[in-house]
C-alpha cells in the first residue's frame, strides 16, 4: 500500500535560518499533497498544499516543492523563527478519489533563539 | 474554514468500558475521517465515517472494536469498545468537502484507559 517516508525526525535550527524537512511517497498516482504544523496538545492544522500539476508553492516564509518523477516533495521555511517550533507532517493522498490522506512519521523543529 | 468540535476533549476510563466519542461541524461536510494519534507518534486513518452507510476500515481496524455512526452531514461518533491500556490515546475526526482536497481536524479527544 501506499508510504510516506518523511526525514529528518528531528531538525534544531537557529532563529533566522532555513529549514527543510523531506517526504517520499511509494504511488505514483497520488496528486495531493499537503503539510500539517501540530503544536504541543493542539490539532494538526494545515499550512500548505500541493497538487501533482504544480512544482512548487510558496506562502510568505513557507513554500512546498514537488518533483512527481522522484516522487518526493519537501517543505521549506525561510527566517525561522521561535513560534515555528512544532512537530510536522506531511501527507499524500491514496490514488482513488476518496480523500484519504497517508501521513509521515512526523519532524520535530526546534528553533533556538 | 468549517468549526470543528469533539467531546470529551478528555477521559479516563476502566479497561473493558466503552467510550462513544462525539465530532461535530458547524457546516455540511462530504468526508469524515476518524484518525488515531499515540503518543509522540504520527496520525493512522482508522476509516471513512460515510454518510447513511457503513463506515469504511482500514487495516487493523476492525467495526466490532471501533464501531462509527454518521447520521448526517455534520456530525459523527467513533466508539472504542472493550478498551485496553493500548487504546490509550489521542482520537481525531477530520473533515472535507467535495470538490476540495483540503482535510481539518478536529481538536482531539485524550482516552486514558486504565
Known amino acids: 500500500g501506499e508510504n510516506v517516508e518523511q526525514h529528518p525526525s528531528t531538525l534544531s535550527v537557529q532563529e533566522g535560518d532555513s529549514a527543510v524537512i523531506k517526504c517520499t511517497y511509494s504511488d505514483s498516482a497520488s496528486n495531493y499533497f499537503p503539510w500539517y504544523k501540530q503544536e504541543l496538545g493542539k490539532r494538526p492544522q494545515l499550512i500548505i498544499d500541493?497538487?501533482?500539476?504544480?512544482g512548487e508553492k510558496k506562502d510568505q516564509r513557507i513554500a512546498v516543492t514537488l518533483n512527481k518523477t522522484a516522487k518526493h516533495f519537501s517543505l521549506h521555511i525561510t527566517e525561522t523563527q521561535p513560534e515555528d517550533s512544532a512537530v510536522y507532517f506531511c501527507?499524500?493522498?491514496?490514488?482513488?478519489?476518496?480523500?484519504?490522506?497517508?501521513f509521515g512519521q512526523g519532524t520535530t523543529l526546534q528553533v533556538k533563539p | 474554514s468549517a468549526v470543528i468540535s469533539q467531546k470529551p476533549s478528555r477521559d479516563i476510563c476502566q479497561r473493558g468500558t466503552s467510550l462513544t466519542i462525539q465530532c461535530q461541524v458547524d457546516?455540511?461536510?462530504?468526508?469524515m475521517f476518524w484518525y488515531r494519534q499515540q503518543p509522540g507518534q504520527s496520525l493512522t486513518l482508522i476509516a471513512t465515517a460515510n454518510q447513511g452507510s457503513e463506515a469504511t476500515y482500514e487495516s487493523g481496524f476492525v467495526i466490532d472494536k471501533f464501531p462509527i455512526s454518521r447520521p448526517n452531514l455534520t456530525f459523527s461518533t467513533l466508539t472504542v469498545s472493550n478498551m485496553s491500556p493500548e487504546d490509550s490515546s489521542i482520537y481525531l475526526c477530520?473533515?472535507?468537502?467535495?470538490?476540495?482536497?483540503?482535510?481539518?481536524f478536529g481538536p482531539g479527544t485524550r482516552l486514558t484507559v486504565t
Open positions: 501527507a499524500a493522498s491514496l490514488s482513488s478519489n476518496t480523500g484519504k490522506l497517508i
Open positions: 457546516s455540511q461536510v462530504t468526508m
Open positions: 500541493i497538487r501533482s500539476n504544480v
Open positions: 477530520s473533515v472535507g468537502t467535495s470538490g476540495s482536497l483540503e482535510q481539518y
